[in-house]
């Protein structure tokens, strides 16, 4: 089961490995401190949005969210949010993103992606 989170969040009982798709590592953070604090295990950047776009989510909302959503309808981006939802099946883990506004960020479009893929989430 797949848990859509806020890096750098407490972690959820059970929540499993947490992937992190974002564009940058933490700011200010070691590398090998990402998982204690509770950043990410595995960083998965081919699953955020884009540079350009990023710069695009604060003035329109609504292009950014179109624009994202054909940046993972490419090939590779397919095979990972495929992955994903199968893998839901059989353990549990995480994805997630920095935003405090789960509303106005990529995880929100990203959560709706892997459930069109038949993914279970929590």
């Not at 054909?70 to 935003?99: I, N, Q, T």
């Amino acid at each position: 089961m797949i848990r859509v989170v806020r890096l750098g969040s407490p972690r959820a009982r059970g929540e499993g490995l947490r992937l992190g798709t974002v564009r940058r590592p933490p700011r200010g953070v070691r590398k090998a401190d990402y998982a204690r604090r509770n950043y990410y295990d595995v960083w998965l950047p081919e699953l955020a949005p884009s540079a350009q776009l990023v710069t695009r989510a604060q003035a329109d909302w609504q292009s950014f969210a179109r624009a994202y959503r054909r940046e993972m309808k490419a090939p590779a981006a397919e095979r990972l949010l495929e992955l994903l939802a199968r893998m839901s099946h059989h353990a549990d883990f995480s994805v997630g993103c920095y935003c405090e506004n789960e509303e106005r960020c990529h995880r929100s479009i990203l959560k709706k992606l892997l459930t069109g893929h038949g993914a279970r989430l929590a």
